[in-house]
């Protein structure tokens, strides 16, 4: 019998896992993160400025919704200013959207695309990754270019849920 309380709580755990609706930001909230980086040389950040700011929307209950948008973003150095996160509709019938990052404890990852158009972004296709944590947050990598070029941007962002 001393099986049975570790076979509810695993159930009890999955079923948790499930249901993303507690990662979603309510009125008022935003996930709030400043850009990773290892400076002179910049190391995982290219394109953003320095101690770049990134503010997000985001309801994973509505990571394929055409109509409504998960999330918008917007960083404080103007790269991004309230940009949709968009689904890539065959990503959800694609196993690319299963994919796994190593290391932490992310409970699902997603592959948006953004289309700026104000800033330095404008007119391109930026990609967002964002994983939600285990402990609540979000990790968010922005993603245009290859990351060699001058007008390349990559961030790593690690976003906790605050106040707007």
């Not at 190391?43 to 919704?65: C, E, H, K, Q, Y």
Request: aromatic share 8%; proline share 10%.
């Amino acid at each position: 019998m001393p099986r049975a309380p570790t076979i509810l709580t695993t159930l009890l755990a999955l079923s948790a896992c499930s249901d993303l609706g507690g990662y979603a930001t309510g009125p008022g909230e935003v996930y709030r993160g400043t850009v990773i980086g290892v400076e002179d040389p910049p190391i995982l950040r290219r394109g953003f400025a320095p101690a770049t700011v990134l503010s997000m929307t985001f309801d994973p209950r509505r990571a394929t919704s055409l109509s409504d948008p998960p999330g918008r973003v917007t960083t404080s150095d103007g790269a991004l200013s309230l940009v949709a996160l968009e689904p890539i509709v065959p990503l959800t019938h694609d196993a690319l959207s299963e994919y796994e990052i190593p290391g932490g404890s992310r409970v699902r990852n997603y592959i948006f695309a953004m289309h700026p158009a104000e800033g330095p972004l404008a007119g391109r296709e930026p990609f967002a990754f964002v994983s939600l944590m285990g402990d609540g947050s979000l990790e968010v990598r922005i993603v245009a270019g290859g990351g060699s070029g001058p007008d390349d941007y990559f961030g790593l962002f690690r976003l906790a849920r605050e106040p707007e």
